[in-house]
């Protein structure tokens, strides 16, 4: 079924190390995002891409690094991992229509990351 | 961004209609209100939005007030299932792709 996707689902790591986090999406949609989600901050942008090749900073891009060398993947890479990262990362995907996406914004199920 | 307002947390009963009510005071003309909700365990999930005119879709309705300050999701018969985190959002159609995310309401369905 297409969709977007993100691999792990859950993934534990140890303070210092390189962790990558999935995601694809198989609509060909311009425009993804990476999300974390903690308690008492809700949802905060990390980067986001408008098509492959160009990404941007969000809300809270330090310690992170993205790629997009296609239009289906936007790979989320934690250089040196730390408990603070621990958290739920969300990728999410769009196709704006007149400044706005058609059928909004679509989600992906979430990688629940532990920093130990 | 401008930004919006909605109550923390609200309960409704079951087969029940629910209203959500979203504030916006600072809304622009070129905002559009968006609705999203998270069900537990979940990422958030595209309810509707518009711009003026009230909305319908398969899930909910969107009510907007005249001078676009506020704006009310209509669940119209609620189900154990719709209960999750509403989020109301204003999305600048005019070169700003993100979105951007409040606290959100928690609704609570009661059987």
């Known amino acids: 079924d297409a969709g977007i996707t993100q691999s792990p689902r859950y993934k534990i790591t140890e303070t210092g190390r390189q962790v990558t986090l999935m995601c694809h999406q198989t609509?060909?949609?311009?425009?993804m995002f990476w999300y974390r989600q903690d308690l008492g901050h809700g949802l905060r942008l990390i980067y986001y891409?408008?098509?492959?090749?160009?990404?941007d900073k969000g809300e809270v891009p330090d310690g992170y690094v993205v790629s997009r060398s296609k239009t289906e993947n936007f790979p989320l890479t934690l250089e040196s991992a730390t408990r603070s990262q621990t958290s739920v990362y969300f990728c999410?995907?769009?196709?704006?229509?007149?400044?706005?996406?058609?059928?909004?914004?679509?989600f992906g199920s979430g990688t629940r990351l532990t920093v130990v | 961004d401008a930004k919006t307002t909605q109550p923390n947390s609200m309960e409704s009963n079951e087969e029940e209609p629910v209203h959500l009510p979203c504030n916006h005071s600072?809304?622009?003309?070129?905002?559009?209100i968006h609705w999203y909700r998270q069900l537990p365990s979940q990422g958030p999930e595209y309810v509707i939005h518009?711009?003026?005119s009230n909305v319908n879709n398969r899930m909910a309705s969107l009510a907007i007030a005249e001078d676009r300050k506020s704006s009310t999701l209509i669940l119209h018969r609620a189900t154990l299932r719709d209960a999750a985190v509403y989020y109301c959002?204003?999305?600048?159609?005019?070169?700003?792709?993100?979105?951007?995310f409040g606290t959100g309401t928690r609704l609570t369905i009661i059987p």
């Open positions: 999410a995907s769009s196709e704006l229509a007149s400044g706005t996406p058609r059928n909004g914004y679509t």
């Open positions: 609509w060909s949609h311009s425009y």
């Open positions: 891409s408008a098509a492959a090749d160009i990404t």
């Open positions: 600072t809304i622009s003309g070129t905002d559009y």
């Open positions: 518009g711009l003026t």
């Open positions: 959002i204003l999305h600048d159609n005019f070169g700003n792709e993100k979105l951007t």
